[in-house]
């Protein structure tokens, strides 16, 4: 490291670490954290950490800190988890010994007065601290474009500009439907979500009756059946069973508020299968699985996420919150009835199939697909198709994307996934649905892509350079300008025309075909003024 700091400036470190990490998977990494906790002194361990953090700026690297468990050597005096498989795990809660997330360096208040400075520095101190918030999409991708193209500002300064208007937004959101089922409920001790039923939930009352039920709606009457199993994990990190269905001790005993049997409908328990009306997988139409989730909140039963999306846009239906993947703590098999702790495999010893054949314990994403590689990306912090960093994909820390390793014309764009698709204007992050890479680095569905070009457009829609390499096209168009001589009255008008491709201004032979930029050899330009040309 004192070679380091000796021929390499801050920026050059950055980016040096950030090239390597990129490339590195998110097993690689809990190794590197795992060593770091059984060799490296405490604060030798926050340096590196540190360092790691200012490289990866703009990701979400530190997030996945927070839901990463790192293993501990045997014989550590660290408080432990006993995973599902038997080995000794960090708690999610006591990761801040090795990178204090919240720190004690103050690293969240740094990053809000980088963003106030930044945005003063700019001439929008309205929208520091203090300040007006951002009300509407079209301040926040304004600000974010003045940021993105300010020439004075570094790498570091506009990724953390960027997230922290991003954040900002989410939070004064957050705040403001909060104040709004306040207002509406009159009450914010328990959320919304959870007071209009109570049924999803866990509920006092013994299994078989439901005169604790108050519900409001069809859906909560309907919610009268217990899983056929019940595993809760105690606070010493233990998977215990506390119902049985088929005992009539157990549902007497389990009337507590302590070991209280969540109660269901009979569609949430019925099993979905990934194939239709064959009925020989497990799952969905989005994923093949054993099991299903159950929503943080509201405590009912999805097969997945976006069944949960699905069917909150459907008419007449109760409106759940969005389920977080992040927050999910139990699961229903499918293929015996057990609700129990999200692991990878089923805890009853009558079952104990696994849920699928790639599971991710961060995004409590379970997939069985045949033919499908995915990787968990440390610096996305969810699941991406692919083999993985370092084999085919690798993560750039200025877009805050996975690239392909065979992308060698790759352009960077900062946090060019964290918009909306410019066709459809649907997130891009965590679409589900494949993305197309243009060649100036913009981003948007690959359908929508695919529409685009059917309107006979090769611009980007948002740069307005061409989407691709055209210079099979516009050797046609040199052929029609050579079979398509101007007349006579046109010969000497010239052209000053502005290159979208290269940014280079130019004065060309004007043609009604096209205008040949003299220095790329695009015909994508645009005529600024045509004028006779002088004797």
Known sequence: MPLVHQHLNKEEINELMGNIMGRRSSDTMGQILNLAVQTLPVEERREMVQYMKQA???????????HWSVALPDGCDRPRKRSMDGNDLWSKNNVHVICDTSSEDGSEEKADKIKDDTLASMGYECFTQGGKSIKTQADLEKLIRAVATNATLTASQKNCTIQGLRDSVFKNNANRKRKVTELTTGSSSVPFNQRHCTSGSRVTAPVGTNDALHPTSSSCRNRTTAPNLYYKETAE?????????????????????DNSVPLFSASELAPTFHDGANGAVLGCPHYA??????????????????????EREMP???????????????????RCGTLQPSSNRCVNSKCGKPFASYVCKICNLFDDGQHKSIYHCPFCNVCRSGLGLGIDFRHCMRCNACVSLKDNNHVCITQRLQGNC??????????????????????????????????????????????????????????????????????????KIHCQDCGKLGEVNYHFVGCKCTFCGSYNTRELERRPQNN
């Open 237 to 257: 990190g233990n998977v215990v069973l506390v119902h049985d269905s088929n005992d009539s001790l157990s549902a007497a005993i389990n009337t507590s508020a």
């Open 316 to 334: 007449l239906r109760d409106q759940d919150s969005p389920l977080d993947r992040f927050k999910v703590e139990e699961v229903l098999c499918m």
């Open 56 to 66: 990866m700026v703009g990701t979400f690297f530190e997030r996945w800190l927070g």
């Open 289 to 310: 699985r054993s099991c299903k989730v159950r929503h943080p909140s509201s405590g009912r039963l999805y097969t997945c996420r976006l069944c949960c999306e699905q």
């Open 422 to 495: 410019p066709i459809c204007h649907e997130s891009m992050f965590e679409s589900t649905e494949p993305l197309r890479g243009l060649k100036c680095g913009h981003v948007m569905h690959l359908s929508c892509f695919n529409l685009y070009m059917r309107s006979q457009t090769y611009t980007c829609p948002l740069c307005k350079k061409s989407v691709d390499d055209m210079k099979e096209y516009f050797s046609q168009l040199d052929a029609a300008i050579r079979m398509q001589p101007m007349p006579p009255a046109y010969a000497n008008v010239t052209s």
